[in-house]
């Protein structure tokens, strides 16, 4: 049924497909993504096993996620950190801004955390506030423009180097340059002040470590080593469905991530937050805190049948192997993750009702599962999302009476010849009704012939 | 061997020359196929809008109508991925009906062994990916080997074959826009390749890129894989 959400969706949907700027430089910049995936590739001995074993570790630990958390949160305190199992957004955002006063902050410095965006934790340090300056640099672009991420990895693929360029020069005042080293000299000279001047770093956590009690983070800027190390306070925002078990499984996931996320072999630098600053060590910060996120992920553990899509590491590839987020843009989801999974996700985890309209934004085309590294069976959850909504009565009843009408002539194959001739009777004459009015405004539907193919065989084949 | 044809329910209304050309292909090579009319639709169109007790309905019955028969063909990819692979889901159980159902261009070559069915199309052709066909049946190279055996036939490869033409049933009515944006891309794509006719395993694929092509007056033309075999 229509909702606010869905008609925000159609507006921004219908506004960027028509936008063919904005299909030209997503199709160039996923196109380069490709290349470099594509590359990288190879240097899997086998992809489809190393798939096989991701999707088996992920499966072990979102099936026995109670005892992974349990005991990373056991090694976290052994390690000196503080674990917060916050069961909702405003759990994580009041407990953030709780340290936030206890340890008297006033600049906060992140790096790139879709949790959060997920809870936004921006807003909320404002509004008390605490400065909070994005470090990563495709964030602190979004961030100078006023806009939420357009792709969990890549935050400002919709942007090329002018337009940051130009963001550059009206919000910092610098020159305009086409050089994207110049670019991120000018990032760099602005934020290198910021870390050094900061009392808290907030970070995500691509991977926790259930057997060491450590977050691994992975990112090419160096942001993130400096968000986490300069700063007395250390917080990190994880969700609980990036439990690992083993360091060792980083073995496999580090490059997993780096391949399916930017076609790298490694991110640039991977670090190992293993705790607070130790007597003996030279930096780190004094305190360490782990937020554990559920904020909706439990009602996902507790569906059998789409508990898998828990496995996500945020890679991106689903998106950008998705037609419609390459014509749409990541904006117009309206959502934190975007594309095949956040549309597979988001009615779990926010309003069903209100998302209800996401899974069925989709062609089923299957080339999302295709990319995905973890084997999550993104197209068919898309399938199971929409089943739920009819079965929760989020359908049109409209839509629901004509299927059943349609059932019932399917039912018999007279009745389905007394429809289809009066539906070809309608088509000759250019009658499309409602129903097929939104694909013939663009396209011309074929004329039914004369004779179908039952007709055919009836007269022509049918033997005894 | 009892060879039963399915003729998805919009290939019999609007594209019936397509289920003719199987018949000729199948007849040529010798397979004796018979054609159960009790049947409508395979059910997808509920299935993907998320009616599944409808679908299911749908579902008993062609495991019914199709219970004699030793092996099911249809000129759908898309049908045929419905029946395999989505039907046990809803059954509850693969079924030798559902398990030997088979898209046309997989039952000549994964069944019979045949790629060479006799066909002359000196014509310029691309072939176009359907989804379900590529990731559902995982049928790639099948259609293509066919292709290549048919004399007088140049088959050119798009840029991205793989991508999807924007169709996917009601979605292309509930969100026309982003169908229609796909179709673009992939029409695109296909001019690229000077291509006369973009071939595919799937009619459907073929009415949305062909409804594009026509609105927009363009010189190419579809066909679908089973028309071009038949052709001689």
Known sequence: ?464 | MRVALFIPCFIDQLYPNVGIAMVTVLRRLKVDVYYPPEQTCCGQPAFNTGYWDEACTLAKRYVDIFAEADAIVSPSGSCTAMVRNFYPELLGKATKTTAHTYEFAEFLVKHLGVTDVGARFPQRVTYHDSCHALRELRLKDEPRQLLRKVQGLELVEMDQPETCCGFGGTFSVKFPMISYAMDEVKVTSIQSTGAQYVVSTDSSCLMQIDGYLRRQNLPIKTISLAEVLAST
């Open chain 1, 1 to 464: 049924m229509t909702t606010p959400t869905l008609q925000q969706f159609e507006r921004d949907a219908t506004a960027k497909t028509a936008d063919l700027r904005h299909r030209a430089v997503i199709q160039k910049n996923i196109a380069t993504y490709q290349a470099s995936v594509a590359r990288g590739r190879v240097r899997f001995a086998d992809w489809p096993n190393a798939r096989s074993r991701a999707a088996t570790i992920k499966w072990d630990t979102i099936n026995h996620l109670d005892r992974y958390l349990e005991q990373f949160e056991t090694n976290v305190l052994a390690n000196g950190g503080h674990v917060f199992w916050a069961e909702t957004a405003a759990d994580a955002r009041a407990h953030v801004l709780q340290l936030a006063r206890l340890h008297g902050v006033k600049k906060v410095v992140k790096s790139k955390s879709m949790t959060t965006e997920e809870i936004h934790l921006n807003d909320a340090l404002e509004a008390a506030g605490v400065r909070a300056v994005e470090t990563d640099l495709g964030e602190y672009i979004c961030q100078l423009r006023g806009e939420h991420p357009y792709h969990i990895i890549t935050p400002v693929m919709h942007l090329t180097k002018a337009d940051i360029a130009q963001t550059f020069q009206e919000k910092l005042g610098t020159p305009l340059t086409d050089n994207a080293e110049e670019l991120t000299m000018i990032a760099r000279a602005k934020l290198r002040h910021e870390f050094l001047t900061a009392d808290m770093g907030i970070t995500g956590g691509n991977f926790a470590i259930a057997d060491t009690g450590m977050i691994a983070l992975t990112e090419n800027e160096g942001n993130a080593r400096l968000t986490f190390s300069l700063p007395r306070v250390h917080v990190a925002i994880v969700g609980i469905e990036k439990l690992i078990p083993r360091l060792e499984d980083l073995a496999l996931f580090w490059p997993l991530l780096a391949d399916s996320g930017t076609g790298q072999l490694m991110t640039a630098y991977s670090s190992l937050i293993g705790g607070p600053r130790q007597e003996h060590e030279a930096d780190g910060p004094q305190e360490f805190h782990v937020i554990l996120l559920d904020n909706g992920r439990t009602r996902l553990l507790a569906d059998a049948e789409q508990r898998d899509a828990l496995h996500c590491i945020r890679c991106g590839a689903c998106l950008n192997a998705c037609p419609v987020y390459k014509n749409i843009g990541g904006h117009a989801y309206g959502t934190t993750y975007q594309g095949p999974i956040g549309s597979v996700i988001t009615p779990h985890l926010r309003d069903a009702h209100d998302w209800a309209h996401l899974p069925y934004a989709s062609s089923l085309c299957g080339a999302c599962t295709d990319a995905c590294p973890v084997r999550i069976d993104l197209h068919h959850h898309l399938l199971h999302n929409r089943r739920n909504a009819v079965r929760r009565g989020f359908d049109n009843p409209i839509q629901r009476f004509l299927f059943r009408a349609w059932l019932c002539a399917m039912l018999s194959p007279v009745r389905y010849a007394v429809a289809a001739t009066l539906g070809a009777f309608a088509l000759r004459r250019g009658w499309a009704g409602p129903l097929l009015k939104p694909w013939t405004a663009r396209r011309d539907f074929p004329t039914p012939p004369k004779q179908s193919f039952r007709d055919y065989w009836r007269k022509n084949e049918r033997r005894a």
